[in-house]
T-cell receptor
C-alpha cells in the first residue's frame, strides 16, 4: 500500500513569489495535516483538513493557506514568500479520528532566495 | 511553544549498546507518539502509547509513560548503525494536532 506522497521534493522560489505544495494521503485516510520544519524551530503545526474542510490551523499568517480536494489530497499554498519560509514542509494523513496515528510523507524542501 | 522536550539533545553510542531518551510534556494528553527522522526527511512513526498505558514494546523499542510526571522514555535496545536518526516525541491535543519536542539526535557508530 502506498504511503503519503508529496510533490515536488524540492522547490526553489524567490522572495515575493507563491509556492504550491501537494500531498496525497494514504488510501482510506480523510485527514491531512501540514507541518513546517524550519532549521532551529522544530516541527510546527500548520493546518489540518478533514472531509474537505479546514479544522484547525497553527500560529501562521494568512498567506499560508490550503485546501483539501474530494479525493482527500491536499494543497498548501504560501503567498508572498519570505526568506524565513525556507523549510521542510511535511504532510501527514490519518484515519478519520483526531486521536489516530499520523503517517508522514517524505516532505517538500522549500528554499526561498 | 513546544509541548514536548526531549533529553538529551544528542546521544552518541556504539553498535550493540542501548539508547535511552526522555520526553517531558506540559499539559494533559490523550496519547504520546514517538517518531524517527532520517537526515531531514519524512517522519517514520515508531510507536503510540495511550494515556492509560504505562509501557509498550515494539521489536527493539520500549516506551514508558508516566502521566503523573508528564514524561515518557524511549529505549532502543541493541542499537544498530541504521538507528542513527533524530527521534521526536509528540503529544496529541484534543484537536488531534501533534505537538513535537525538539528531538534527540542519536548517532550509532559501528
Amino acid at each position: 500500500e502506498a504511503g503519503v506522497t508529496q510533490s515536488p521534493t524540492h522547490l526553489i522560489k524567490t522572495r515575493g513569489q507563491q509556492a504550491t505544495l501537494r500531498c496525497s494521503p494514504i488510501s482510506g485516510h480523510t485527514s491531512v495535516y501540514w507541518y513546517q520544519q524550519a532549521l532551529g524551530l522544530g516541527l510546527q503545526f500548520l493546518l489540518w483538513y478533514d472531509e474537505g474542510e479546514e479544522r484547525n490551523r497553527g500560529n501562521f499568517p494568512p498567506r499560508f493557506s490550503g485546501r483539501q480536494f474530494p479525493n482527500y489530497s491536499s494543497e498548501l499554498n504560501v503567498n508572498a514568500l519570505e526568506l524565513e519560509d525556507s523549510a521542510l514542509y511535511l504532510c501527514a494523513s490519518s484515519l478519520p479520528h483526531r486521536q489516530e496515528t499520523q503517517y508522514f510523507g517524505p516532505g517538500t524542501r522549500l528554499l526561498v532566495l | 511553544s513546544q509541548q514536548g522536550e526531549e533529553d538529551p539533545q544528542a546521544l552518541s553510542i556504539q553498535e550493540g549498546e542501548n539508547a535511552t531518551m526522555n520526553c517531558s510534556y506540559k499539559t494533559s494528553i490523550n496519547n504520546l507518539q514517538w517518531y524517527r527522522q532520517n537526515s531531514g526527511r519524512g517522519l517514520v512513526h515508531l510507536i503510540l502509547i495511550r494515556s492509560n498505558e504505562r509501557e509498550k514494546h515494539s521489536g527493539r523499542l520500549r516506551v514508558t509513560l508516566d502521566t503523573s510526571k508528564k514524561s515518557s522514555s524511549l529505549l532502543i535496545t541493541a542499537s544498530r548503525a541504521a538507528d542513527t536518526a533524530s527521534y521526536f516525541c509528540a503529544t496529541t491535543d484534543s484537536w488531534g494536532k501533534l505537538q513535537f519536542g525538539a528531538g534527540t539526535q542519536v548517532v550509532v557508530t559501528p
